[in-house]
């Protein structure tokens, strides 16, 4: 067997000091007694954090200023400052780009649709999964996120909603993503407490829908498991790339950890756990992985191991810089979909928001 990369082992250096958001409610009114404060603070700051959608101690008038200031200290370091906003779809993709306390960038993307607003996170700095067309998977890992600095983009993601900063005026942060940089299921019990946090209700959390939360895996199958068991209700994302064992050895390396067999099986588990159809992410790239034979395979395999329980999400290959692929030709792809859906199998095209400002998968970090 080869031997692989750091998949459950990441560095734990240069996490950000902890912070409110990664403690339990109980740990929280600890914390703040150990400040010597009333434990009822703990919850005052956490509906200022969950609820208000604030960490600026002058928004936090119902806590004496002395001891705001040493609750917001010692509680709620900063995690991030922000370098760089882009806007792009006539203002309704908003790409942010993120420094934490050690320097690291990561970044997230905003995107306002009529009927939902979606937000994509990064889970990690960097990637040790090594999908040589991916942008972040060339760097390489630098560090897991911590729960706090997972759950601040979402925050952040929803207080620009709240505060109607993208066109539309003000609205809700509905859905979340996690495909933003990194391997989530590689950073499990963080990224697992993140989204207890996103899903709970004010004042322990952000009141966003489990159904509503995707989380996409390279197909990690004792982590796709062992979500399985949390029996939360969010929707899994298994990145296939292709349903051959051969091609995706080089697409996705950590197949030759879990081959397609495999990850197919626990995505089954899993959606036989939930009751919920589960998303097969496909990145269409020209003469790699799109030819006829290739959609046909997938649609029956994906029957096979699926049934009805499978929807197949093309992602036109977004070109990262320096790479000799390329996204397929439309005609290409319009008969890819076509051959999937007569396996009987779900599947659309992926719309590619934001691509002029480079924000998809990892390229705005990538950039600098
Ligand atoms: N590590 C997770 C989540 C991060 S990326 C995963 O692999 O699922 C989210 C999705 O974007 C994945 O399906 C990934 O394969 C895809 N992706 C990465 N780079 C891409 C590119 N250049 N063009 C199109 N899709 C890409």
Not at 124 to 150: D, H, K
Not at 163 to 170: K, M, N, S, W
């Amino acid at each position: 067997m080869t031997s692989l990369p750091l998949v459950f082992d990441a560095p734990k250096r240069g996490l950000p000091p902890r912070h409110l958001v990664d403690l339990t409610p109980a740990e929280r009114q600890e914390a703040v007694e150990q400040l010597g404060e009333k434990p009822f603070r703990a919850k005052q700051l956490s509906n200022h954090y969950f609820g208000r959608l604030t960490v600026d101690p002058a928004d936090m008038t119902d806590i004496p200023a002395a001891s705001r200031d040493k609750l917001v200290s010692d509680l709620m370091p900063p995690l991030f400052t922000t370098v760089r906003k882009v806007t792009c779809d006539e203002g309704t993709t908003s790409k942010t780009l993120l420094r934490a306390h050690d320097g690291t960038l990561i970044e997230s993307v905003l995107m306002r649709y009529p009927d939902r607003a979606t937000l994509c996170i990064s889970s990690q700095a960097g990637c040790g999964m090594a999908c040589p067309f991916c942008a972040t998977g060339q760097g390489g890992l630098q560090r897991n996120l911590s729960t706090a600095e997972i759950v601040d983009q979402v925050r952040m993601g929803a207080k620009a909603m709240r505060d109607g900063e993208l066109p539309g005026g003000p609205g809700r942060l509905s859905n979340i993503v996690f495909m933003g940089m990194g391997e989530p299921l590689a950073n499990y019990k963080r990224v697992i407490e993140a989204v207890r946090r996103i899903t709970e209700p004010a004042p322990d959390g952000l009141g966003i829908s489990q159904r509503t939360v995707t989380v996409s895996t390279v197909g990690l199958v004792p982590a796709i498991r062992k979500l399985t068991e949390e029996k939360m209700q969010v929707r899994l994302a298994v990145s296939l790339h292709t349903p051959d064992d051969e091609l995706r050895n080089t697409l996705v390396p950590v197949n030759t950890r879990w081959d397609v067999a495999e990850v197919l099986e626990a995505a089954r588990g899993y959606a036989d756990q939930t009751g919920r159809r589960v998303s097969i992410e496909y990145a269409l790239i020209r003469d790699i992985n799109d030819q006829p034979w290739r959609a046909d395979l997938l649609g029956k395999k994906l029957r096979k191991h699926l049934g009805q329980f499978v929807h197949v999400n093309l992602i036109p290959l977004n070109p990262t810089p320096g790479s000799k692929w390329d996204a397929s030709p439309k005609p290409v792809e319009r008969e890819f979909v076509r051959r999937v859906r007569e396996q009987g199998v779900e599947c659309t095209v992926r719309d590619t928001r934001g691509q002029e400002i480079a924000a998809a998968c990892g390229q705005l970090a990538a950039e600098g």
